[in-house]
């Protein structure tokens, strides 16, 4: 079971809690038909993912055989068997088909069809091309924002989008930054298109993108007034520490060549996230 667990990379279904963000933000998650529609969007979200990171590991076999960590995939460990893979991907799949045209409109369909076909043309060709490689990854977390808004009919606003394209920027350069660094370049295409000091440099533009749109967000009339409240401009500090603390363990320590890795591992930011929530949360159904 484990084996299946680890081709399907749960651990990486971390990311899909995105699709919660909509209904978070919107003060309405502990309602009940709320948060289970954002649930069932979880699942089905998080399978699509699994399902593509099988199709991405079936074709690069033969390289993560030669990659230092990948080979100890599933699939190129010979863990588990092509045959097996491909006859795991029918049930998952019908999973999400089913799913999807009993609990989703059409609208959230055609973005978990758009965030699939994305990731194939990544997994085939895209993500071989610098800049546009992790221009997708930031993509697919908006997707996943996108999505939880459309299953939960909630309008999610482009603040909301823009901060989380940059945040998953973030996160997608550093981890290039640290897989230049940490491994060898011949392990992916798309690290000969980039130098540290480029990464250094986009990582800081990001950053500050980020950190920009945050407060001008948080102080902005439109949200005061959705929220009912002029002190979301305090949940900064936590947002600020946290990107400091990514920025540094990746310039001086070199440990974001896993994303998932660094946030499951990392107190320091966790901690961050953890006070950002409960700070929200405060704001949001306490007032």
């Given at each position: 079971m484990m084996k299946i667990f680890n081709l399907l990379r749960v651990h990486q279904w971390v990311k899909n809690l995105f699709?919660?963000?909509?209904?978070?933000?919107?003060?309405?998650l502990l309602e009940v038909s709320f948060f289970t529609e954002s649930l069932i969007a979880f699942f089905l979200f998080s399978f699509t993912a699994s399902i593509i990171y099988i199709i991405n590991d079936y074709k690069d076999i033969e390289k993560d055989k030669l990659h230092p960590v990948k080979k100890h995939r599933p699939l190129a460990s010979g863990a588990i068997s092509k045959q097996?893979?491909?006859?795991?991907?029918?049930?998952?799949?019908?999973?999400?088909?089913?799913?999807?045209?009993?609990?989703?409109?059409?609208?959230?369909?055609l973005v978990l069809v758009a965030y699939f076909l994305m990731n194939l043309a990544y997994t085939f060709y895209l993500k071989?091309?610098?800049?546009?490689?992790?221009?997708?990854?930031?993509?697919?977390?908006?997707?996943?924002?996108?999505?939880?808004?459309f299953v939960a009919v909630i309008l999610v606003s482009k603040w909301a989008l823009l901060l989380t394209f940059s945040l998953a920027l973030i996160l997608a350069l550093g981890?290039?930054?640290?897989?230049?660094?940490?491994?060898?370049?011949?392990?992916?295409?798309?690290?000969?298109?980039?130098?540290?000091?480029?990464?250094?440099?986009a990582l800081t533009i990001a950053i500050s993108i980020t950190l920009v749109s945050y407060i001008m967000y948080s102080v902005s009339?439109?949200?005061?007034?959705?929220?009912?409240?002029d002190y979301l401009y305090v949940t900064?500090?936590?947002?600020?520490?946290?990107?400091?603390?990514?920025?540094?363990?990746?310039?001086?320590?070199?440990?974001?060549?896993?994303?998932?890795?660094?946030?499951?591992?990392?107190?320091?930011?966790?901690?961050?996230?953890?006070?950002?929530i409960v700070s929200f949360f405060v704001i949001i159904y306490f007032k």
């Amino acid at each position: 079971m484990m084996k299946i667990f680890n081709l399907l990379r749960v651990h990486q279904w971390v990311k899909n809690l995105f699709v919660f963000l909509p209904a978070f933000f919107s003060g309405r998650l502990l309602e009940v038909s709320f948060f289970t529609e954002s649930l069932i969007a979880f699942f089905l979200f998080s399978f699509t993912a699994s399902i593509i990171y099988i199709i991405n590991d079936y074709k690069d076999i033969e390289k993560d055989k030669l990659h230092p960590v990948k080979k100890h995939r599933p699939l190129a460990s010979g863990a588990i068997s092509k045959q097996l893979a491909l006859l795991l991907l029918i049930p998952f799949a019908a999973f999400v088909v089913i799913g999807a045209f009993y609990f989703l409109s059409i609208q959230a369909i055609l973005v978990l069809v758009a965030y699939f076909l994305m990731n194939l043309a990544y997994t085939f060709y895209l993500k071989n091309i610098p800049i546009v490689d992790v221009t997708i990854i930031a993509l697919g977390f908006v997707f996943r924002v996108l999505f939880g808004g459309f299953v939960a009919v909630i309008l999610v606003s482009k603040w909301a989008l823009l901060l989380t394209f940059s945040l998953a920027l973030i996160l997608a350069l550093g981890k290039r930054r640290g897989e230049l660094v940490l491994m060898p370049t011949n392990t992916r295409k798309a690290l000969q298109g980039y130098t540290v000091e480029f990464l250094n440099i986009a990582l800081t533009i990001a950053i500050s993108i980020t950190l920009v749109s945050y407060i001008m967000y948080s102080v902005s009339a439109e949200v005061i007034k959705n929220f009912g409240s002029d002190y979301l401009y305090v949940t900064t500090l936590f947002v600020l520490m946290g990107l400091l603390r990514y920025l540094q363990q990746s310039v001086v320590f070199n440990k974001t060549e896993s994303p998932t890795k660094f946030l499951y591992k990392d107190h320091f930011v966790q901690l961050m996230v953890f006070l950002w929530i409960v700070s929200f949360f405060v704001i949001i159904y306490f007032k």
